[in-house]
């Protein structure tokens, strides 16, 4: 597709339930990233993959949250035994290369609500 | 890591230019200025980018100050479509995936 594609859109979980977060990068794109960003708030970090280079996990709030990515193609963002603290919207961007002269290029998120 | 100050909110008023300001004053030398726009309910939309020069693209104009220290996003003719939270960020050399967006700046457009 034309765009970097997010799946579900939208997803109600129970706490303690473990959810998956998909990523569809713009094909070509080497780099891809994740963002969570709570309601009326900025964009908060969680991870960053360049290329076959090992992933930059700093943003990571804990050891619930996981990701992967095959390749240069999809990645899949894990939570697991959500809690209510992790409600909010889960971004996924990708750029042509990772350096900082390269421009993000986000999807619509997923809305996760935790209840 | 270097950081953004944006004020919280600016009105605009429909076929005006606006001037969407951004401190950044412990940017780095090689640390690029990034803007974004949020519209309710979607992800960031990538506006224009610069380092040094001034900037233009169909959507704005980027200046940039000789210091670097601040930045300025100019929407030329603003419209009720460019209603958005804007943000500035720096995306770093050293670290080119681990941008950080504060809370950006609420425009609102008046008719």
């Known amino acids: 597709g034309a765009g970097v594609s997010q799946s579900p859109s939208n997803k109600v979980t129970e706490k303690g339930k473990d959810v998956e977060l998909r990523c569809d990068p713009i094909?070509?794109?080497?780099?891809l990233y994740w963002y969570r960003q709570r309601l009326g708030q900025g964009l908060e970090f969680l991870i960053y993959?360049?290329?076959?280079?090992?992933?930059?996990k700093s943003g990571l709030p804990s050891d619930r949250f996981s990701a992967e990515r095959t390749g240069e193609s999809v990645s899949t963002l894990t939570i697991q035994r959500t809690q209510q603290e992790d409600s909010a919207v889960y971004l996924c961007?990708?750029?042509?290369?990772?350096?900082?002269?390269?421009?993000?290029?986000f999807g619509s998120g997923t809305r996760l609500t935790v209840v | 890591d270097a950081k953004t100050t944006q004020p919280n909110s600016m009105e605009s008023n429909e076929e005006e230019p606006v001037h969407l300001p951004c401190n950044h004053s412990t940017i780095s030398g090689t640390d690029y200025i990034h803007w974004y726009r949020q519209l309710p309910s979607q992800g960031p939309e990538y506006v224009i980018h610069?380092?040094?020069s001034n900037v233009n693209n169909r959507m704005a104009s980027l200046a940039i100050a000789e210091d670097r220290k601040s930045s300025t996003l100019i929407l030329h003719r603003a419209t009720l479509r460019d209603a958005a939270v804007y943000y500035c960020?720096?995306?770093?050399?050293?670290?080119?995936?681990?941008?950080?967006f504060g809370d950006g700046t609420t425009l609102t457009v008046k008719p």
């Open positions: 610069g380092l040094t």
């Open positions: 993959f360049q290329g076959n280079s090992a992933p930059d």
């Open positions: 960020i720096l995306r770093y050399n050293t670290n080119a995936g681990k941008s950080t």
């Open positions: 961007a990708s750029s042509t290369r990772g350096g900082s002269n390269y421009g993000y290029t």
């Open positions: 094909s070509g794109h080497t780099a």
